[in-house]
DNA sequence: AAGACGAAAGTGGTTGA
DNA sequence: TCAACAACTTTCGTCTT
């Protein structure tokens, strides 16, 4: 390979054709790598939906497992090698010396954007590996990241808080029941009410970027709640009868999903005669007693009307 | 005394003029 | 930009177990 790779050219010149369901986006990277022959096809791609999505259910099993954490004080952790071993194939030198020449994470893009997209990356990284995310969790919250950056919605924020708002955006797609709480307690951010902070960057995240998220299901909150409290399988199951019933009649609009979960493990607890009070519940769904309470009043008054036969 | 209940006032976010 | 609005929280007093 005589010739030198000027940075930003494509590095595929005189590499075989990389065959399309080998193109792979890598949103650490920042760039569109051909699995095959590992050679960097373009850089400075935000993202691209269509290829992330592509990965087949083996691969998506195969990236679910957090792996080793990496080092946050090193701004370049090895990209070269960590490219190698996802994608299994050795890359030709001057692929790395590419990637190094990149400045890792930020190909195509420079200066203070680079450093504020490096740090926001290994906040992510830290985030979920404290979380025990899947890492194509983690990589849904680098891609969203990347792209509020590029669109300059990161500027004047925190960074930390920004990159805790995309890793909530990325459980919220992938439908981990996480809520702002559970991030909050892992990430320091500038203001004193993190939760808000994050809350407010999400909500900025969904409507600039027009993320599609989906609605919660009360039902992914309800085994965390009950094993928070120790509660057995057929409690659970019971709370799942009622949530179902809930639904039905439409108790769920417009409320907290969190809040209707805990009513029915409340609920459920009782009638299996395990005594928890209102409080206990509350405190491990991340609601107050009094919603407890409303949801479980609206509960009843739907189970009494229905009488016995809710078998629950 | 602790838990459940309910009323009232306050908060932050959404919606629509 | 402002006001109305819905859901939730905070606080607190009163029953019930």
Redo the contacts with the bound molecule.
Sequence with gaps: MPEKNEKGKKAGEGLPPCPPEEIVYDPWLGVKICRKYGYIIEEGVISDDAEWRAYTPEEKQRRSRVGTPLSVSSPNYGADSMLARRYGTRLPQKVTRLIRGSGFASAGVTGNMDRNINQALSKIKEIAASLGLPDYVAEEAARIYREAAARGLTRGRSINAMAAAAVFAACRIHNLPYTLEDIAKVVDTREA?PK?EI??NF?LLVRDLDLKIPVIKPELYVSRIASALGLPEDVQAAAMRIIEIAKKYGLT????????AAAAV?MAA?KKGY??????V?SVS????????????EL?KILKTLGAEAGV
Excluded: I, S
């Design positions: 009410d808000r809350g407010r909500r609009a417009g409320k907290d999903p969190g809040g209707l409340y009782q005594k928890k009070t209102q409080k206990e509350a991340g609601v107050t007693e009094v919603t407890v309470r409303n949801r479980y009043k009843m």
